[in-house]
């Protein structure tokens, strides 16, 4: 039973992406409302003697995407206040292309091939074309 769940699960969530890669991009002027930045510190980083990975968001008013997680640069580069244009997929509403006054400041370029290929991915493992090894952890082909 628990793996019919998981296969459906698998099958719904690379239909999603595989549907978000072909549906138009959703074109929006927004305007920053406020910047967020997360520190990830998570054991590895502490066993390691490491800084952790640092998130930075976005968060938009004026349109149907709320937020958007962007780099450093644009983290930096964007003040509050600004008026943003955001390309946008319209299932996920994941940030694809922040441009202001007609500049590009962030873009994903390849954001539809990997949404492609994790959806490929999970649609397979629902279907059974590709199994878990329960030996090492490891995906097989069946």
């Known amino acids: 039973m628990f793996k019919l769940l998981l296969r459906c699960l698998f099958f719904i969530g690379g239909v999603v992406l595989l549907g978000d890669t072909a549906l138009p991009l959703r074109d929006e002027t927004l305007r920053v409302d406020q910047h967020t930045s997360h520190v ?5 980083a502490r066993r390691d003697n490491r800084s952790g990975d640092t998130s930075y968001t ?16 644009a983290y930096q580069r964007l003040k509050d206040g600004d008026a943003i244009q955001v390309q946008a997929t319209r299932l996920l509403r994941q940030c694809v292309l922040i441009a202001r006054d007609g500049e590009l400041v ?13 959806g490929g991915v999970l649609i397979a493992l629902a279907i ?15």
């Open 106 to 118: 962030e873009s994903n370029r390849h954001w539809r091939w990997i949404a492609m290929v994790i």
């Open 58 to 73: 976005l968060h938009l008013v004026g349109g149907q995407v709320a937020s958007c997680s962007v780099g450093y640069a």
């Open 128 to 142: 059974g074309w590709l199994r878990a090894d329960d030996e090492d952890g490891g995906i097989s082909l069946a």
């Open 40 to 44: 990830n510190d998570g054991e590895s």
